[in-house]
Structures are given as structure tokens and as C-alpha cells.
């Protein structure tokens, strides 16, 4: 059996966690190792952690971060911003992380794709795909990079297929429209995407209710369903996502 997977996402900045609105407005919920212990306790299957302002301040991401989080927890956690090159990838893997993100180098550098994917393979290779709709009829959206600020006139699901035949494992995908609204998770994308590419696709940007994270999983088709603001203003617990993903026939895995 295919579990659908639970992933917190911790957004962070000058070492403590935050969360926004539309990518802006943002405002701090507190330290990482203490949100990734927490999170595990509920029975998270993975975490993510994005360096969100690694690439507009043109720093690399945190390596202590990394190494302070996997000294800290079992399960996996991703982690990704300002990752640049094939080295910055090594060093956040040899510091405990089991996956990377790449987003705004991966636009401007496909290869770093290829190249991350033939040394540590394709499993560990996560590409963050941030997403703006800009037509309706019929709907399309397009990939902005540098924190969903920077538009790239590239489209989303021709990015993604690209993405996935570069060699990425999984993608990130964010819809820039519903991020930290609580309204749901943009259903039309995450299925056009989940459709289009045969890798790994997470769902992200929305969630609100225990419903948006079964329809993100079903209607939507994805792999995965990653939030923040409902699990870092306690809304509701992984654990009781996980339950209510259980009693509707979604297969999750859950804690002992």
C-alpha cells in the first residue's frame, strides 16, 4: 500500500520559524527544533524547512539548521533556499537533511537538476515549484521564483514535466494564490500537475480545514499534503488530520 503522506512545513528566517500570507506579511511561531520535535511527536511523516529569504538576501541556507534538526529527530525532513549549486546540496545532506529543495537556481540553472540527481539521486532531489494562475480559460499558471516575487514566464505544468525529466525525485508544488489563506489548496493545479509528470508531487498553499487536506489527496491526486498555519496555530494536530484521512479510506500511516 501507497501511503499519502503529512508534511509540516516551517518557513524560516534569521533562525526561528514564521509564517505569512501570499508569501509577505510575515510573523514568527516560535524555534525549529522545537516545532520539528513536536510535530514528530504527532506522527508528521516528514518535515519541510525553507530558508525563505536565503535567495533574496543571496546567502546560502543554513547548514547549522540542517544539523541541529537531524540531531534532534527521526523522521525525514527536506530542506531547501538558496541552494545554488550540486555543493550546496552536499553540505545540507551531509548535515542530516534527507532531501534537498531547489527552486529559483533550479530555473536559472536546469542542469543543477540533472547534476544533483546523478550524485545523490533523484529521491533526495526536491524542486519547489511556486505558481501564480494568470489565465482562466482554460486555466494557467506560471512559475515565479526569488519567494514567489519574481515572475519567470515559464508555465507550471510545462515546468514541472521538464523538472521531472531532468531528474528531480519529487515536486513542491505551491500555489502563490491560496498560500496561507486557510481556503483550500488550488485543486485545478495540483491535479493538472499530478496528471502531467509521473514523479512525486506535494501539495502546498491553502490548507485550512481537515476537508482540504482529503480533497488535495484525492481530487487533487497528490502524493502528499504539506501546511503550516493550521499546525503552527494549532488548529487541529497532524495526529488528527491523519485520523480523519484514515476514516475516509485515505491510506496514511499512522503513529503507534
Known sequence: MIFKRIVPCLDFKDGRVVKGVHFVDLRDVGDPVENALLYEAEGADELTFLDISATTEGRATMIEAARKVADAISIPFAIGGGVRTVEDVSRLLEAGADKVGINTAAVRTPILISDAAAMHGSERIVVAVDALQVADDPPRWE??????????????????????????GEILLTSIDADGTLDGYDIPLTRTVAEAVSVLVTASGGAGTLAHFAEALTDGKADAALAASVFHDRTFTVAQVKEYLRERGIPVRMSN
Open 143 to 168: 512559475v515565479y521564483v526569488s519567494g514567489g516575487q519574481e515572475p519567470t514566464g515559464l508555465d507550471a505544468v510545462e515546468w514541472s514535466l521538464k523538472v521531472a525529466e531532468l531528474g528531480a
